[in-house]
């Protein structure tokens, strides 16, 4: 992946037992994770550091005054669903998030706009659900209220879900996540990596 790798807030950045708590993190259920968006930062430990050999993971805020413009490529979650569209907070700028925003952007994914082939036959609970971290790109300014987005090519779509369970998934499919604790697949719009 190029660029800063970009957390996202209640991410699991990886095992207490092999990582320091740094800044812009917290500890959950013996998890490091996030508690801020922003890029992840890893300091190797200290020599002077006779209790810890494991590195030390910070999460950076680095805000900007950037606003999405038609052909941006986005980082955010859905916050709504209904039939028709997916509402969405833009969290960040950028494929992989380099730039991450002071203040969340309103945002909808129309169904129209989630693929390019068998556009009838898309459903958004299918798609997307409340949680879901989506790569988009923005397609128009929208009105005063949210920005469009699409989701139609193969490298935008869902890269981080939760499963029903509360069980971080992966993608296993270009239509399916699974939660690795349940085995359970669930329907998602899934992202193809960058």
Excluded at 43 to 49: A, G, H, L, V
Excluded at 56 to 74: A, D, F, H, Q, W
Excluded at 129 to 141: C, N, Q
């Amino acid at each position: 992946m190029s660029g800063p790798n970009i957390a996202l807030p209640g991410q699991i950045l990886g095992a207490s037992s092999s990582n320091e708590l740094g800044s812009g993190t917290h500890l959950h259920n013996d998890q490091l994770c996030a508690s801020i968006s922003g890029p992840i930062l890893t300091s190797k430990p200290s020599n002077s550091s006779k209790t810890s050999k494991a590195p030390k993971l910070s999460i950076s805020r680095t805000t900007g005054n950037l606003l999405p413009e038609v052909g941006t490529t986005i980082l955010g979650k859905i916050t709504r669903t209904n039939p028709r569209q997916a509402n969405i907070s833009i969290l960040a700028l950028g494929p992989t998030g380099e730039h991450v925003c002071r203040d969340p952007f309103p945002a909808i994914i129309r169904q129209q706009d989630i693929r390019a082939t068998e556009i009838d036959k898309v459903k958004v609970a299918e798609s997307f659900r409340v949680g879901d971290v989506v790569r988009a790109v923005v397609i128009s300014l929208g009105d005063e209220r949210s920005y469009y987005l699409s989701t139609a090519k193969n490298e935008l779509g869902v890269v981080m879900a939760v499963s029903e369970w509360g069980n971080q998934m992966v993608p296993v499919s270009w239509r399916e996540f699974m939660d690795e604790s349940t085995g359970a697949r669930e329907a998602r719009k899934v992202a193809k990596p960058v």
